[in-house]
């Protein structure tokens, strides 16, 4: 089955270029929000806070500015605010005057009522060092609101004393706004943080899609699909494509180089070996059945290596598609003809798109083999099924009704040459060969007892995606 594009992600674990680059993208996109979010609210703030000063500054300069001397008493101005009048309002202006460690009120605001504000000695010192400006600070109000408080130090005509004047008012409508601007930032960078995490995985997924073009053209080339990676790709990942292709054809050529040396070591060694077969028998004695002997366990090893040899190079090199049902369909019909007497019947099931990952010779002599070994033990009825185990693996089982195969001797019938019964013809390489192809795929032959009564082989073997 061919990976989809969402398949360019590795799985969780793994290292992945996509993850790595949108995590950093998505970190640095959120620092960079974060602290946008916080720099905009201490700005806000800020300013918030300015302005309320300057408020404040402005009542404190109207109260110094109004403020008077009457028979040696202080007389406050005729202030309008109305909040200053109403009891605990929030409002509140103030006139102390000091009298060596002692501070008293010579005057305060109808809205302070009984109480009075009188500013921490810090203040009360800073004000002094720097007379005629305001000093700011917070404070709590009579009904323990938060207080924002402007004190400064001034002088009378008519008194020696220092006189301290005080304004404040209720700091809270400040800090709600401060908060709702706070909140409606986050909310907004919130969401402009996700549209750019989002913006970031779609740019990751778009600028590397030519990547995950170039992994699926690499897997349909190991699987059999195509020859060559074709597709046209960015200038960055172009030379990757050609040194891929240069690699694969290179890697051909020296299978196909390494299949024609053992292929011609091969027909070096038969010809000598027939030439004594022929002259062994042509003059029979002991020595001549020992050299004959010898020469058809020489020819019989050539020949397996020589099919190892093949069957390792196809395995290692880009897949060969074939698809497995017509070759069971064909061993299946040429099988009832040749064992018509004995075998009433070759069952066999295969899905149409079932396809193994190798070529079609190496197929039909793996099949061949367990199908004819069936039929040869068959008292009647033969059953062969293969079906998709997993992406990369396909299972084919064959089982008869035969007399089946005691559990002792399965592996003896691996054996090179083995024959458990003499008087069903053949040479004992069958299965032998079988279990050879199998294992240089990369596969497993399993023998066990069949629900028909005989022996069942399990084969299991690489399957072609797609």
Same mark, same amino acid.
């Given at each position: 089955?061919?990976?989809?594009?969402?398949?360019?992600?590795?799985?969780?674990?793994?290292?992945?270029?996509?993850?790595?680059?949108?995590?950093?993208?998505?970190?640095?996109?959120?620092?960079?929000?974060?602290?946008?979010?916080?720099?905009?609210?201490?700005?806000?703030? /800020?300013?918030?806070?300015?302005?309320? &000063? #300057?408020?404040? =500054?402005?009542?404190?300069?109207?109260?110094?500015?109004?403020?008077?001397?009457?028979?040696?008493?202080?007389?406050? !101005?005729?202030?309008?605010?109305?909040?200053?009048?109403?009891?605990?309002?929030?409002?509140?202006?103030?006139?102390?005057?000091?009298?060596?460690?002692?501070?008293?009120?010579?005057?305060?605001? *109808?809205?302070?009522?009984?109480?009075?504000?009188? !500013? !921490?000695?810090? +203040?009360?010192?800073?004000?002094?060092?720097?007379?005629?400006?305001?000093?700011?600070?917070?404070?709590?109000?009579?009904?323990?609101?938060?207080?924002?408080?402007?004190?400064?130090?001034?002088? @009378?005509?008519?008194?020696?004393?220092?006189?301290?004047?005080?304004?404040?008012?209720?700091? =809270?409508?400040?800090?709600?706004?401060?908060?709702?601007?706070?909140? #409606?930032?986050?909310?907004?960078?919130?969401?402009?943080?996700?549209? @750019? +995490?989002?913006?970031?995985?779609?740019?990751?997924?778009?600028?590397?899609?030519?990547?995950?073009?170039?992994?699926?053209?690499?897997?349909?080339?190991?699987?059999?699909? =195509?020859?060559?990676?074709?597709?046209?790709?960015?200038?960055?990942?172009?030379?990757?494509?050609?040194e891929l292709n240069a690699l694969m054809?290179?890697?051909?050529?020296?299978?196909?180089?390494?299949?024609?040396?053992?292929?011609?070591?091969?027909?070096?060694? $038969?010809?000598?070996?027939?030439?004594?077969?022929?002259?062994?028998?042509? /003059?029979?004695?002991?020595?001549?059945?020992?050299?004959?002997r010898q020469a058809e366990t020489m020819?019989?090893?050539?020949? /397996?290596?020589?099919?190892?040899?093949?069957?390792?190079?196809?395995?290692?090199?880009?897949?060969?598609?074939?698809?497995? #049902?017509?070759?069971?369909?064909?061993?299946? *019909?040429?099988?009832? $003809? +040749?064992?018509?007497?004995?075998? =009433?019947?070759?069952?066999?099931?295969?899905?149409? &798109?079932?396809?193994?990952?190798?070529?079609?010779?190496?197929?039909?002599?793996?099949?061949?083999?367990?199908?004819?070994?069936?039929?040869?033990?068959?008292?009647?009825?033969?059953?062969?099924?293969?079906?998709?185990?997993?992406?990369?693996?396909?299972?084919?089982?064959?089982?008869? &009704?035969?007399?089946?195969?005691?559990? &002792? $001797?399965?592996?003896?019938?691996?054996?090179?040459?083995? *024959?458990?019964?003499? /008087?069903?013809?053949?040479?004992?390489?069958?299965?032998?060969?079988?279990?050879?192809?199998?294992?240089?795929?990369?596969?497993?032959?399993?023998?066990?007892?069949?629900?028909?009564?005989?022996?069942?082989?399990?084969?299991?073997?690489?399957?072609?995606?797609?």
């Amino acid at each position: 089955m061919k990976a989809p594009w969402a398949r360019g992600v590795a799985p969780f674990g793994r290292p992945s270029l996509v993850r790595r680059l949108v995590l950093l993208a998505a970190a640095w996109s959120l620092a960079v929000v974060v602290l946008a979010g916080l720099a905009m609210s201490a700005f806000f703030s /800020h300013a918030a806070m300015q302005r309320f &000063d #300057a408020s404040l =500054s402005e009542s404190l300069d109207t109260l110094v500015a109004g403020a008077g001397v009457q028979n040696g008493q202080v007389v406050p !101005p005729e202030l309008t605010e109305p909040r200053t009048l109403r009891a605990y309002s929030g409002a509140y202006w103030e006139i102390l005057a000091v009298n060596g460690a002692v501070t008293s009120a010579d005057a305060r605001s *109808r809205s302070l009522w009984d109480r009075t504000l009188i !500013p !921490p000695p810090p +203040i009360m010192a800073r004000a002094a060092q720097s007379p005629g400006e305001a000093v700011f600070y917070d404070s709590q109000g009579p009904l323990n609101q938060p207080l924002r408080v402007a004190v400064m130090q001034g002088r @009378l005509p008519e008194l020696t004393a220092p006189i301290y004047f005080l304004t404040a008012e209720d700091r =809270s409508p400040v800090e709600k706004a401060v908060r709702a601007f706070a909140t #409606a930032i986050a909310i907004s960078l919130a969401l402009l943080g996700a549209g @750019l +995490i989002a913006a970031v995985i779609v740019q990751v997924r778009v600028g590397l899609s030519p990547l995950f073009a170039l992994r699926r053209e690499v897997a349909a080339v190991r699987t059999g699909e =195509s020859e060559r990676i074709a597709g046209a790709y960015p200038s960055e990942l172009a030379p990757l494509a050609a040194e891929l292709n240069a690699l694969m054809s290179h890697t051909q050529e020296v299978v196909e180089r390494q299949r024609t040396h053992v292929g011609n070591l091969a027909h070096a060694l $038969k010809t000598p070996l027939s030439v004594i077969l022929t002259e062994s028998r042509e /003059h029979p004695g002991a020595l001549s059945e020992v050299i004959v002997r010898q020469a058809e366990t020489m020819g019989q090893q050539i020949d /397996h290596h020589l099919r190892r040899a093949r069957a390792a190079a196809r395995s290692q090199g880009p897949g060969e598609r074939t698809a497995v #049902a017509p070759v069971i369909e064909e061993l299946a *019909r040429t099988l009832e $003809k +040749i064992f018509s007497a004995t075998v =009433s019947e070759v069952d066999w099931r295969c899905p149409p &798109d079932l396809a193994f990952l190798g070529e079609r010779q190496d197929l039909m002599e793996i099949v061949g083999n367990v199908m004819e070994n069936a039929c040869k033990w068959a008292a009647s009825y033969v059953q062969v099924a293969a079906e998709a185990s997993s992406p990369r693996q396909f299972a084919l089982t064959v089982e008869d &009704d035969g007399p089946g195969l005691h559990a &002792d $001797k399965r592996d003896e019938v691996l054996r090179r040459g083995a *024959r458990l019964d003499e /008087h069903i013809p053949g040479s004992g390489l069958g299965l032998s060969i079988v279990d050879e192809l199998v294992r240089a795929y990369g596969g497993a032959l399993e023998l066990s007892d069949s629900s028909l009564g005989g022996l069942k082989l399990a084969i299991t073997l690489p399957r072609a995606e797609g």
